[in-house]
């Protein structure tokens, strides 16, 4: 019988730097309760069964009637999420989901990301140039962080001299992904201001793209005259989401791809030889340490799964970083093999909430990472383990303090 505390366990700071442990705990049972009522799906089968499943809601909303939306103190209609696709469910995810993506990739913009990788190649080169003379670097804050930060920026049309701004922005409104911070009164009043600041900055941002349009997505949004066009709430919407997911996880996957390589320096090493393993190996990164390890969703029914009945209404937390590690499904779960043929992991998720940026997060890092091999000679790891970020479903060290000889 799985241990009814331990997701608890992981949800406790002291615990961030080492959480597959209690993981593999809770993975003897593919779908196990919670002594709050929660349910964790740990499985990689239940995961992604569950993700693709029509009775599993991302909006906590859908099929609720305003009384049981009161008794659950779920927002109504007036806290609607304005066409954020990330929290909506079909038919409204599919129709504000493709307004969004045809100012980023196919079909209407097929070559887009591919235009990119010289500018992130730059943005990385850039980094690792104002090291030079130096002998240590905090990874997190000299290029982990820089270059997705730049490139979102970029993407989006937002100044990146606003980064200060927008940086305290996603830091507390980030930490509403943890279960345990979501009924903090301060945690929630930082996040409710932090959202209504960045609204009214996207929306100033948005007048002045109508007025001096750029080459960017919200430049494209505002100025699109079809009939699928999004509003301007929905472009704030998507804009503020995008703006925080477009870089807050692609930071922790880097920081946590140069800790994997520091930690399996043979495998360092192989991949300096062999650079163009790159893509394998970033995939491996992603599945040994998502940077989204869990992310909660609603029943909208009762549903049998794994032999158990998950009830109506019951929150449930798919845990990617668990089903990563299955032993029923990946042969040797734990070791970190770039040259592993089979890598179905689910670190962008599956099914219609598959992650819009993906494409733009696998080029970042393979060129981060390939250059930061090639670049920094003799890396080794000062701190390990490494402090970490206070939420643990964003998870990802706050700091990487490395040493170095030189950067070629």
Partial sequence: MVDSTTFAEILKPENRAAPNELWAQLREEPVSRQDDGTWVVTGYNEVRALAADPRISADFRTGMSAEELAAVGAPGEGGSVGGNFVVEDPPAHDRDRAKAMKHFGPPHRPGFVASLEGAIQRYVDTSLDRLRGQEQMDVVADFSYPLPVRVICDVLGVPPEDEPQFSLWTTAISLQASPDLRDDPVASQQADVASQQAAAYMYGLIQRRKVDPGNDMISDMVSDTSEDRLTD??????????????????????????????????????????????????????????????????TLSDIDIAGVTIPRFATVQLSYAAANRDPNRFADPDRFDPEREDNQHLSFNTGLHYCFGAPLARLEGILALRTWLRRVQNPRLLVDPPPYRRSPALRGPSELLVGFDEIL
């Fill in 233 to 298: 709430q929905q472009i704030i919407s998507n804009a503020i989401i995008l703006l925080i997911a477009g870089h807050e996880t692609t930071v922790n996957a880097v920081s946590s791809g140069i800790l994997l390589l520091l930690r399996n320096p043979e495998t360092a090493e192989l991949l300096r030889e062999r650079p163009e393993l790159m893509p394998g190996a970033f995939e491996e990164i992603l599945r040994l340490e998502p940077p989204v390890q869990f992310r909660d969703r609603r």
